[in-house]
Structures are given as structure tokens and as C-alpha cells.
């Protein structure tokens, strides 16, 4: 097996002992350099010394987006500002952004991640990589450019946007590997059907999506447009970036945490306590080599499960399953928990429609409204309507009506809710332009 690090595949033992003795080292050194932990230490009677092994962190208290956000921009910082010589910030999807800085050797750590990230989703040396990721304060462009690099790929720094001169890049350069938010890998696949170039005339073979949520339903239709396997890669800025974790290309169940850097937890959402494998709670990470920014038990809001079951790609790194959607993500409705993605996974199984869709929440006096506005597949629509889906094709056409009774019936089945169905004609309902896609849509909230 190919791997870029040996560690990758380092006996658990060892890499526990690994993770505790950089844990201790780590304690020490924010203890020593950073004021706010200092104070958490304190405030929770706590010494640097009652830290000894990663099965001692649930004695610590979370760090949480509002704690980065107290100290804005540089106030968390272990080392003078001098010493660092990167700022990214989180692209500011929820609320203000968040500021992040690397020290020489933080970004040395990163292109290592980045570059294993890349073996695991199938890259290897020599190959072309197109980066569709956003340039700029996002980590995602320059991230996966510098793993690409160390790597020794030929990047091409694309970034997000312009998607006619992607589609011309990548049909004259050939790339075997890209890196986009899936959203995106689904409008550059549409973008080539429409140019009528098949899947086996694109250059492409390994893909590493993420920045956003995403399902199988999803990962079927950018596998087949595009002609690739694509994996999961996930990341955030807070940690390092993307390369937190990433999905063998071997398996494709569950991203390899590389925990030799980032040490995963999984707590209840409400409690706070520690949960078992397999189930789902809010992840949390320790930075056990950061030097810049370290950060204990940081609570990403984001959920998802964990599993040591070894893996067939002979990585020992623990796996995190998909991540279900943020926990502020979370739509409540009438007082039933709400996933985007929990729409996704059942709207693939009705052949009918295809993985584009858009939830929209409303509120009608006192009452949640929930309305999934969900495309037709190109051969229904043709069959019912050709050229417009107006009102009265959608009342009048039996196939249709019938249609949309079913995606109710199955939505209220799995989810418990019930909801209003609006078919859309093909290519109608928002797509990624090159960045993140939100799917869904509070109105309640605005
Ligand atoms: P922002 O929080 O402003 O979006 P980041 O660019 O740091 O800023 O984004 C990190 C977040 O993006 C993660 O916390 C997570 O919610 C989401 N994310 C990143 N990768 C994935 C992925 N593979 N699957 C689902 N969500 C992801
Ligand atoms: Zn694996």
C-alpha cells in the first residue's frame, strides 16, 4: 500500500502514547504562553499536571467560536504576532469571521496533512491537480495548493468561479485529481453535459470534495458526470484547515482523522459528555503540535460519529463518518430537528428527482412551514412538459401530482414532518457558483 507517512499506519499503542506525550507537551506550553487558558485552568481547579493522557481531557472545559471570537483578532496567539507568518480566516459562514495565524512550522503541517490528505483520495506524485478552491483568507485555495506541492503534483491554482474557463482548464491541462466543494464538482459535471462531453473524455479520476455538507445521493451524480471517485475531505480553519481528515479512496467510508496532530472527541450536544463509537454528537479537537493557535477540546459544532473499526486501506487513524450538518445548522420545525442533508438522503432514493433541492422554512402566523423545492430529472420533465413547469402542468399532470405525493409521503415517513413539495424544472434551483452552497434557507430568522 501507498502511503505518504508512514504514522498513518502506526500501531494504535504507539499512537496513543504519541498523542499523550504531545498532549502533556502541549498542555504545558499553553498553560506557559496563552492567558485564556491559564484562566480556564484556573477557573476549573485545574494544574497542567492533572492532564497526563488524552482520556484526561473531559476533565477540561470546551473552547468555544465565541471564545475566538473575545479575543479577535490575535488575542489567543502562543507566540508574538511577529512569529507567524500566515492569517487566514474562517470564510464567515455563520456570523463574523474567525481569525487564524500559522507559524512556518504550523504551515509545514498543513502541506503534510494537506499532501497525505491527497495519497489517501488517490493522487500521486507527478499528477495534475486542478484547485477549484477559493484563493484568499478561505484556507481551502492555498491549503491544498501548498499539500499539492510538497506532494510533488503540478497545481494549477484555478480557484473558485468562472466555470467556463475551468471547463476550457481542464479539458486542455487533462487534471487526474480536483479539489472543489462537491456543490461545485455538481455544477462543472452539468457544465460538461451540456458541452456534450462524456464522462470518459474527461480527464479526471480522483476528486476530494468538501467545506460543505454532502451525501451519497450526491456523490453518485458527480461519480458519474464526471467520470471519477470522489472522496470526502474535511477540515476547518480554527484547526488548521482542509486536512483535518480525509476518506481512503480504498474504502470510501469515513474520513481517516490525522490524529497524530488533531486528537477527535465526540460529546452530546447538550451535556457535553464524552460518547461512544458510532454515535453522534458534536465533534471536538485538541491541537497536540500547533504553535501559533493551539486550541484545547474546540467544539466545531459540527456532527458527526467516530469509529475505530480497523479499515480495509490499512490506515490506523480513526474514522469520522459524514458530517450530518452544523449544529447551528440545525432547523427546528414544529419542534422536530431538521437536517438539510437529512432531506438529501431521502430525496436519493425517489429516481425521479435529482440531488438538487433547496429547504425553506417559513412561518405562517404561528406555525412552521416547511417547503423542499426539489428539480425534476431531465427525461420526467421532458416527458410532461418539455419547455416550462407552470402551475397548471404541475396541477394537471397526474405523473406529476403523484410524484410529489410521494416525496411527501416518504419525507413525513423518515423525518416525521410534513412538507410542501414544489417541483422544479431542470436547472432551476441554486448552484455553487465556486464556493459553499447553503441548501437551506430560515425564514424565520431574517
Ligand atoms: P466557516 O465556518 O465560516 O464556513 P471554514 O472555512 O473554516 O469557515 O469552514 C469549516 C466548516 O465547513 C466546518 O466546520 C464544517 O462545518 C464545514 N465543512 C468542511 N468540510 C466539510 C465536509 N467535508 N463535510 C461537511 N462539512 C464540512
Ligand atoms: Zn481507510
Known amino acids: 500500500m501507498y502511503v505518504y507517512n508512514e504514522i498513518e499506519t502506526l500501531p494504535r499503542e504507539k499512537l496513543r502514547k504519541l498523542q499523550d506525550e504531545r498532549l502533556r507537551s502541549m498542555v504545558a506550553y499553553v498553560y506557559e504562553r496563552v492567558p485564556f487558558y491559564r484562566d480556564t485552568f484556573g477557573r476549573a481547579g485545574l494544574k497542567p499536571d492533572d492532564i497526563r493522557s488524552v482520556e484526561d481531557l473531559p476533565k477540561l472545559p470546551f473552547t468555544r467560536k465565541?471564545?475566538?471570537?473575545?479575543?479577535?483578532?490575535?488575542?489567543?496567539?502562543?507566540?508574538?504576532?511577529?512569529?507567524?507568518?500566515?492569517?487566514?480566516?474562517?470564510?464567515?459562514?455563520?456570523?463574523?469571521?474567525?481569525?487564524?495565524?500559522?507559524?512556518?512550522?504550523?504551515?509545514?503541517?498543513?502541506?503534510?496533512?494537506?499532501?497525505?490528505?491527497?495519497?489517501?483520495?488517490?493522487?500521486?506524485?507527478?499528477?495534475?491537480?486542478?484547485?477549484?478552491?477559493?484563493?484568499?483568507?478561505?484556507?481551502?485555495?492555498?491549503?491544498?495548493?501548498?499539500?499539492?506541492?510538497?506532494?510533488?503534483?503540478?497545481?494549477?491554482?484555478?480557484?473558485?468561479?468562472?466555470?467556463?474557463?475551468?471547463?476550457?482548464?481542464?479539458?486542455?491541462?487533462?487534471?487526474?485529481?480536483?479539489?472543489?466543494?462537491?456543490?461545485?464538482?455538481?455544477?462543472?459535471?452539468?457544465?460538461?453535459?451540456?458541452?456534450?462531453?462524456?464522462?470518459?473524455?474527461?480527464?479526471?479520476?480522483?476528486?476530494?470534495?468538501?467545506?460543505?455538507?454532502?451525501?451519497?445521493?450526491?456523490?453518485?451524480?458527480?461519480?458519474?458526470?464526471?467520470?471519477?471517485?470522489?472522496?470526502?475531505?474535511?477540515?476547518?480553519?480554527?484547526?488548521?484547515?482542509?486536512g483535518v481528515s480525509q476518506e481512503c479512496v480504498e474504502a470510501r467510508s469515513g474520513s481517516h482523522v490525522w490524529e497524530d496532530h488533531f486528537y477527535p472527541e465526540i460529546v452530546d450536544p447538550d451535556s457535553g459528555e464524552p460518547l461512544p463509537d458510532g454515535k453522534e454528537g458534536v465533534l471536538v479537537f485538541t491541537h497536540l503540535t500547533r504553535e501559533a493557535m493551539p486550541l484545547l477540546r474546540y467544539w466545531t459544532s459540527d456532527i458527526t460519529y467516530l469509529t475505530h473499526e480497523p479499515c480495509e486501506c490499512g490506515r490506523t487513524h480513526v474514522r469520522m463518518g459524514p458530517i450530518r450538518g452544523r449544529s447551528d445548522d440545525m432547523l427546528i420545525v414544529r419542534g422536530v430537528n431538521l437536517y438539510p442533508t437529512q432531506v438529501e438522503e431521502v430525496l436519493k432514493r425517489i429516481p425521479d428527482v435529482v440531488p438538487h433541492y433547496q429547504v425553506i422554512v417559513t412561518r405562517e402566523g404561528t406555525l412552521d412551514e416547511v417547503e423542499v423545492k426539489v428539480e425534476l430529472a431531465e427525461t420526467v420533465f421532458q416527458q410532461v412538459s418539455g419547455e416550462m413547469l407552470t402551475d397548471e402542468v404541475l396541477e394537471a399532470n397526474e405523473q406529476l401530482r403523484a410524484l410529489r405525493r410521494k416525496i411527501q409521503h416518504e419525507l413525513r415517513g423518515n423525518l416525521g414532518l410534513n412538507m410542501k413539495i414544489t417541483l422544479m424544472a431542470p436547472g432551476t434551483v441554486p448552484r455553487s457558483e465556486g464556493g459553499k452552497l447553503r441548501r437551506s434557507v430560515d425564514m424565520r430568522k431574517l
Open 66 to 242: 465565541q471564545d475566538l471570537k473575545e479575543h479577535y483578532p490575535f488575542g489567543l496567539l502562543a507566540v508574538p504576532r511577529e512569529q507567524t507568518v500566515r492569517i487566514h480566516a474562517s470564510s464567515g459562514t455563520t456570523g463574523k469571521a474567525t481569525v487564524v495565524c500559522y507559524t512556518r512550522n504550523d504551515l509545514d503541517i498543513f502541506s503534510e496533512v494537506m499532501a497525505r490528505s491527497l495519497v489517501t483520495a488517490g493522487a500521486r506524485p507527478g499528477m495534475l491537480l486542478h484547485n477549484a478552491y477559493g484563493y484568499g483568507l478561505f484556507t481551502g485555495g492555498l491549503g491544498v495548493h501548498y499539500g499539492g506541492e510538497r506532494l510533488g503534483m503540478t497545481v494549477v491554482p484555478v480557484s473558485g468561479g468562472m466555470t467556463q474557463r475551468q471547463i476550457t482548464l481542464i479539458l486542455d491541462f487533462k487534471p487526474e485529481v480536483i479539489c472543489c466543494t462537491p456543490s461545485y464538482a455538481q455544477t462543472l459535471g452539468e457544465e460538461f453535459k451540456k458541452l456534450g462531453v462524456s464522462p470518459d473524455e474527461i480527464s479526471l479520476k480522483y476528486a476530494l470534495l468538501g467545506a460543505e455538507p454532502w451525501t451519497e445521493a450526491i456523490r453518485a451524480d458527480v461519480d458519474e458526470k464526471l467520470g471519477i471517485r470522489s472522496t470526502n475531505i474535511y477540515g476547518l480553519s480554527e484547526i488548521i484547515g482542509p
